[in-house]
């Protein structure tokens, strides 16, 4: 039958499949842990300010 010729191993592509996709996913997820750290590191020098600034409490 023609188009059913005996073809090399696809396991060099799947290999290089799996580690390509290891390596996005990394990217992707060390991406989000720089992001998310970013914003809360924004939070806690905002934090920090506030605790600085605000008056102290008026004693009764």
């Known amino acids: ?9 696809d396991l060099p592509a ?3 499949g ?3 996709g290891a ?6 997820m060390y991406g989000i842990v720089v992001w998310t ?3 809360f590191a924004g939070h806690a020098a905002e934090k920090q300010k506030a605790a600085v600034t605000a008056p102290a409490p ?3």
């Not at 039958?1 to 191993?9: Q, T």
């Open 1 to 9: 039958m023609a188009g059913h010729e005996n073809h090399g191993s």
């Open 14 to 16: 799947a290999y290089a």
């Open 23 to 28: 390596i996005f996913i990394g990217a992707i």
């Open 58 to 60: 008026a004693r009764v």
């Open 37 to 39: 750290n970013g914003i």
């Open 18 to 20: 799996l580690i390509g």
